[in-house]
């Protein structure tokens, strides 16, 4: 019997996964957590709990209490956020993780999920087609956090046999909710200006190429990689994952196929610095090869289906 917790419920990632577990495991089965006191609208259907990942002691009641069986910890400041808080974003992003990873250890949980992202990557890596083990020197706080929760789920996978999986995502693109404070959002904020009929100032340049992925290719990776038989999990720090690359002048231009007249004009800012120290495409053949991953959405399809979809209500 399954019974997950998804701690950071309301972000971009978490508001598709919940409604995913749940029609999987049964509503009751998947308890959405966030800092958040309000439920967010789309995860009223279930279960709610207001938890913020910093209370250790809070969590850990929560968990052993509930009888909780899985966590998918999701909790985060993004790398452009993390940049204007290193201290808080450093101490957000690590401790939550050893309040559940130790849950693990100590036997009240059976799997962990943690997203680790290609900024675990850095200006010294090769940056076309990065493999899954390279130079990793990460130039931005987000990076080093994720890097160092990469090593620290593995220490505790070889030391303690706790069963932590994760996957690097690359930028997210999604409908249903909006992104914050990442580098990659202007992939997604483009189509709530396309849709409005405003033209957009990127904030990268236009040929700044970066490894992006559509939510739905993306919730399918973590189910799959969770579902996996576990012997066919051989990394334990984190999984490349590739969806498709792109660069704003691509993506613009795409959108031009659907909303004739959307206009694009570049104005780099801080972000820039970022985006350069990251790969531009991703080599997943271990997360092939492991557990089957392919993805399903190329630039044309995500294009059409974010056009389709987008809602420029959530902007209010
Ligand atoms: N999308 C994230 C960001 O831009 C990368 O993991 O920060």
């Not at 189509?191 to 040929?207: E, R, T, V």
């Not at 559509?214 to 066919?232: C, G, H, K, Q, S």
Request: hydrophobic share 40%; aromatic share 10%.
């Amino acid at each position: 019997m399954r019974k997950v917790l998804v701690i950071g419920a309301g972000g971009q990632i978490g508001t598709e996964l919940v409604i995913r577990l749940r029609e999987k495991l049964g509503v009751q089965n998947a308890i959405a957590a966030d800092v958040k006191t309000e439920c967010p609208t789309s995860l009223e259907d279930g279960p709610y709990v207001q938890m913020d990942v910093l209370d250790r002691e809070a969590v850990r009641a929560y968990i052993i209490e509930e009888k909780i069986t899985e966590v998918y910890l999701l909790a985060a400041l993004l790398s452009a956020t993390a940049e204007k808080h290193p201290d808080f974003a450093w101490k957000l992003n690590m401790e939550g993780l050893f309040t559940i990873l130790d849950l693990a250890k100590e036997g009240y949980l059976k799997k962990i999920f943690w997203p680790s992202s290609i900024a675990v990557f850095g200006p010294t890596t090769p940056r076309e087609n990065t493999p899954q083990r390279t130079i990793m020197e990460p130039s931005t706080v987000y990076g080093i956090s994720k890097q160092a929760g990469e090593r620290w789920c593995e220490y505790y996978f070889e030391k303690f046999g706790v069963d932590v999986r994760s996957i690097r995502y690359p930028g997210l693109i999604s409908y249903t909710s909006l992104p914050g404070g990442g580098t990659t959002d202007y992939a997604v904020d483009i189509f709530y200006q396309a849709k409005l009929g405003n033209s957009f100032s990127c904030f990268l340049k236009k040929d700044t190429r970066l490894p992006m992925m559509f939510m739905e290719d993306a919730i399918r990776a973590t189910l799959d990689l969770m579902e996996a038989p576990v012997e066919n999990i051989r990394i334990r720090s984190s999984y490349n994952l590739s969806g498709c690359d792109f660069t704003p002048e691509e993506i613009a231009n795409e959108i031009k196929t659907h909303v004739p007249g959307f206009e694009i004009g570049y104005a780099p800012d801080e972000r820039q610095a970022i985006a350069d120290s990251w790969p531009s495409s991703i080599d997943d053949s271990e997360a092939r090869k492991d557990w089957g991953w392919a993805e399903k959405y190329n630039l044309q399809d995500l294009v059409t289906v974010m056009i389709e979809n987008i809602n420029v209500q959530l902007l209010t």
